[in-house]
């Protein structure tokens, strides 16, 4: 049989977490367990001396979420990945290992609500200092370095404006300034976008979303390219402590193996809804990389597999129409979050990026007209149907 990193994206997705257990378990069991017996007092001293193999403590290491950690640097292409007890976990230690010291970043405008905040408000008071840029426009991010720039932190697609940057251009420009390019995959998951081998450094996900794919896990995962950087990477997370538990691990090994399957599914529902919604007379605009009118369509073609599950669109009403649509659909659920099979609707200005100061938000385009839609894996013509109701409504 082929290794497991040369096979498919299926087979990656269900066999690349490989656990042998002792007792022929072929699901890896859940260690719910915070600490490991040692055999005698010199096998804890070698252990923790790291001249033998083994567990000690599972802030450290726990068998669990390695099976889950081991599935997604396969899916990711990576050396190794660390699992996170939510996506702002594996942000910040992400941060915290490559900003050692202070520095500058320079990041995606159209970014996650609370990964602006983050380092609006938290990152001065490390020494860090971040410029905004819109990373699709990669001169951008050329014109924004500094002799003291140490990161490059792109969002591609990018929550919730669906931008698109370049990833191998902004790897260019990133390791010519001696940066290191740091990508955060979850809107397309490794399913559908491989940024290392378009010169990541670092990706990172938020594994609430479409890993896990079943809304109830809060998680993320950090996945690196090589031993140096998993060494440095583990003994920070290690002491900041922001692991996920076991159980936790559990599902999101368990959500990963149907990951190809569940995408599959949302980004056909979401291509014809967002064809519908282009259609439609109340629609204003509509941003979905499958759309030709999409601004980055070629570019998205040429460095990602699909064009995802995420739709934004602004009706021609504004935010009045906007908030009586959100307000009158019923399968479509009204939250926060995205990815999972369910398809939720939310309201990016007064929710998911709420926090983000309002000049960034207007920089970034994200208006208060815009509304996200999270694609699931309902029967498409009942979604359809949801929004129809919602929209002749109006
Ligand atoms: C693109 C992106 N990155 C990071 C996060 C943070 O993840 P979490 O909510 O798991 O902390 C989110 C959450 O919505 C997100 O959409």
Request: net charge negative.
């Amino acid at each position: 049989m082929r290794p497991i990193r040369e096979c498919g994206i299926e087979t990656k997705a269900v066999h690349g977490g490989e656990y042998h257990d002792p007792l022929g378990a072929v699901i890896p069991p859940i260690y719910q367990t915070s600490t490991f017996r040692f055999r005698d007092v010199d096998h804890g001293a070698r252990l923790f001396r790291g001249e033998e193999d083994g567990y000690i403590y599972t802030r450290m290491r726990n068998p669990t979420i390695e099976a889950m950690e081991n599935a997604i640097a396969v899916l990711e292409g990576g050396w190794k990945a660390l699992g996170c007890a939510s996506g702002m976990a594996a942000v910040h230690t992400t941060l915290a290992v490559l900003m050692q010291g202070g520095g500058r970043i320079v990041c995606s405008e159209s970014v996650y609500g609370a990964t602006a905040t983050l380092l609006m408000a938290l990152g001065p008071s490390y020494g860090i200092e971040t410029t905004f840029v819109d990373t699709s426009r990669t001169e951008e991010i050329e014109r924004a370095i500094r002799q003291d720039t140490k990161v490059v932190f792109i969002e591609t697609p990018a929550n919730p404006t669906l931008v698109i940057t370049d990833i191998a251009a902004a790897a260019d420009i990133a390791h010519h300034a001696n940066a290191t390019l740091v990508v955060d995959n979850t809107f397309m998951s490794p399913v559908l976008q491989h940024p290392f081998a378009l010169g990541a450094d670092v990706v990172i996900h938020s594994m609430t979303k479409f890993l896990n794919g079943h809304a109830d896990v809060v998680g993320g995962v950090i996945v690196v390219k090589t031993e140096e950087q998993y060494k440095a990477f583990r003994s920070s997370l290690n002491l900041l402590g922001g692991v996920i538990d076991p159980f936790n691990a559990f599902l999101v090994h368990r959500g990963l193996k149907t990951l190809p399957l569940r995408i599959e599914r949302q980004c056909a529902n979401a291509m014809r809804i967002a064809e519908y919604l282009e259609r439609h007379p109340a629609v204003q605009w509509v941003r979905y990389p499958g759309l030709r009118s999409h601004p980055q369509y070629e570019l998205n073609r040429r460095q990602s597999d699909g064009p995802g599950a995420m739709i934004s669109f602004e009706l021609k009403g504004g935010l009045p129409a906007g908030k009586a649509l959100m307000n009158s659909v019923h399968l479509c659920a009204l939250a926060v979050s995205l990815g999972g099979v369910e398809s939720l609707i939310q309201h990016p200005a007064s929710m998911t990026h709420a926090t983000m100061a309002r000049e960034l938000r207007e920089q970034a385009a994200i208006t208060d007209g815009l509304v996200r839609l999270s694609v699931g894996i309902e029967n498409v013509e009942d979604i359809l149907g949801d929004l129809d109701q919602g929209l002749s409504k109006l």
